[in-house]
């Protein structure tokens, strides 16, 4: 049963936002643009905000339905947290578009904003306050934009959060599984900013 659920969800996950709405709308694949990845920070930044924005809402939709799919009697956390990760392998290696998808992290969001609705608001608020730093003092620490340098030390903060403050055993195995999924998709993309930095070489 749990193998027909989390097929089901990496059929959701499959459906990127990103993809289908630019080439219903421009006949362009966002996934030849800017760096490549099929995701809300992509579109908002070479397509426009409004589409970016509504990208955004269709992928944190999908994170929240990824809970209610998994919130079976009969599933304990275990399969809850397979259950709902299989939308993000989904949203990353997409079965419709040559498995190449986006990053993933606003449908994890939107999962996690269905699993603990304060910790998703932390972040996000997070989030908002970095974007906000990062442009007054024209920071940056990863060598990304301004929109990707607060993604990326949100996703730290979240880290932080979940596997350090938060109590929600569910939380933390949603959260362990997609991240090791989303590292996995970017790994290359991890190790050149490691290499840039110093932290490793070859």
């Known amino acids: 049963m749990c193998m027909l659920f989390s097929a089901l969800g ?8 990103a ?3 630019t080439k219903l709308l421009y006949r362009k694949d966002i996934r030849f643009f800017g760096d490549g990845n099929a995701g809300t920070t992509n579109v908002f930044e070479n397509i ?5 924005i509504t990208v955004f809402c269709i992928d944190f939709l999908k994170g929240m339905i990824s809970y209610h799919l998994a919130l079976q009697p009969f599933f304990d956390d275990n399969y809850q947290a397979i259950i709902m990760s299989s939308v993000i392998l989904g949203h990353d290696f997409p079965l419709f578009f040559e498995l190449r998808g986006g990053t993933g992290i606003t449908s994890l969001l939107g999962g996690i904003f269905a699993i603990d609705r304060n910790l998703a608001l932390l972040v996000f608020s997070f989030f908002t306050f970095m974007f906000f730093v990062m442009n007054l003092l024209h920071l940056k620490i990863f060598g990304f934009n301004y929109l990707e340098e607060s993604e990326a030390l949100s996703f730290l ?3 932080y959060l979940i596997f350090l403050r938060s109590t929600n055993i569910l939380a933390k195995k949603y959260f362990l599984i997609s991240l090791t999924i989303i590292v996995f998709k970017h790994r290359y993309r991890v190790l050149n900013m490691l290499r840039s930095k110093g932290a490793i070489k070859g």
Not at 48 to 52: A, T
């Open 48 to 52: 426009n905000k409004f589409v970016g």
């Open 19 to 21: 993809i289908i709405i």
């Open 157 to 159: 903060f979240a880290i």
């Open 10 to 17: 990496y059929v959701i996950g499959s459906a990127n936002s």
